[in-house]
């Protein structure tokens, strides 16, 4: 498993360098969204892993293997704050990344935690996630060590990110899929659910719908970029003159990106260049 060597200092005119995401492929671009609005100072470069997408279904020393080479590519291009817009990796290989990493490090799971402790009123709290994410129980642990007496209900939704990559997000079989992987959660009487993954926010419509008026949706693309910028707020590196910009990489061919990824980030993509890996 590859290294990360630390900095021995902090480089100089760090607060211009970029904020790093990365995620297994196009949903990450959700948090990329929201990041440019709350800080549209900054510039942001975005590597989609999709050759090798999803990460979902895979093991968790494949999932590690996988961030810590995502990682170096991005400390290469001499961020200053890297972003694991990917919940699996955020559930099984984040402290790995800590750990090794010379930068600050931000996941989507505890900022999606925290704000689904703020808003349930009735302390049943359902998530729902990959595969890989829900097996690893990070987030009933972060729920649990925010608030020990919830109630956490979890389902994996495996369906829901082929179906947001292809655009079906509100269709009939989108809601066919949102039936069968909410009834339970349903049942439950959750007041609060967590979309758990970074594709689920295109598929909000669709399970607003199933769940009904009086379960609240917590995504955590939003909540994130928040704590990015609470983050280089007090670490004073938050830009604030400057226009901007978007870079985007990817590990296989960027057609697709191109196409889909305005879906996710809400305006074109207008190119992204592939790595040879």
């Given amino acids: 498993m590859k290294r990360l060597r630390r900095r021995a200092a902090p480089p100089p005119n760090e607060r211009a360098r970029a904020i790093g995401v990365f995620d297994s492929g196009i949903g990450g671009l959700t948090v990329v969204q929201q990041l440019a609005r709350l800080m549209p100072h900054e510039d942001i470069?975005?590597?989609?892993?999709?050759?090798?997408?999803?990460?979902g279904t895979k093991s968790p020393e494949t999932i590690s293997r996988?961030?810590?080479e995502n990682a170096a590519f991005l400390l290469d291009k001499g961020i200053k704050l890297l972003v694991v817009a990917c919940n699996s990796v955020s559930a099984v290989a984040l402290g790995l990344l800590e750990q090794e990493l010379p930068v600050p490090v931000i996941g989507v799971i505890e900022p999606g935690a925290r704000e689904a402790v703020r808003r349930t009123r009735n302390g049943k709290v359902g998530v729902?996630?990959?595969?890989?994410?829900?097996?690893?129980?990070?987030?009933?642990?972060?729920?649990?060590?925010?608030?020990?007496?919830?109630?956490?209900?979890?389902?994996?939704?495996?369906?829901f990110v082929p179906l947001a990559e292809e655009g079906w997000v509100d269709n009939e079989v989108a809601?066919?899929?949102?039936?069968?992987?909410?009834?339970?959660?349903?049942?439950s009487g959750i007041d609060t659910l967590?979309?758990?993954?970074?594709?689920?926010?295109?598929?909000?419509?669709?399970?607003?719908?199933?769940?009904?008026?009086?379960?609240q949706l917590v995504d955590s693309a939003g909540t994130t970029a928040q704590?990015?910028?609470g983050l280089l707020q007090r670490q004073k590196l938050l830009r604030n003159n400057g226009s901007g910009s978007l870079s985007f990489f990817v590990t296989d061919a960027?057609?697709?990106?191109?196409?889909?990824?305005?879906?996710?980030?809400?305006?074109?993509?207008?190119?992204?260049?592939?790595?040879e890996r």
Avoid at 45 to 55: E, I, M, N, S
Avoid at 175 to 187: G, K, T
Avoid at 194 to 215: D, N
Avoid at 257 to 268: C, D, N
Wanted: with cysteine.
């Fill in 227 to 229: 704590a990015v910028r």
């Fill in 254 to 275: 960027p057609e697709r990106f191109i196409k889909v990824g305005s879906l996710f980030l809400g305006q074109p993509v207008e190119s992204a260049v592939r790595l």
């Fill in 194 to 215: 967590v979309l758990g993954c970074t594709h689920y926010p295109l598929l909000a419509p669709v399970i607003a719908k199933v769940l009904g008026p009086k379960v």
């Fill in 66 to 68: 996988y961030a810590l």
């Fill in 128 to 159: 729902i996630g990959t595969e890989a994410t829900i097996a690893s129980g990070a987030y009933t642990r972060a729920l649990k060590s925010l608030a020990p007496e919830l109630e956490i209900y979890t389902r994996a939704c495996p369906l």
């Fill in 45 to 55: 470069v975005y590597l989609g892993d999709t050759a090798r997408t999803p990460y």
């Fill in 175 to 187: 809601r066919a899929a949102a039936r069968r992987y909410l009834a339970s959660l349903e049942r």
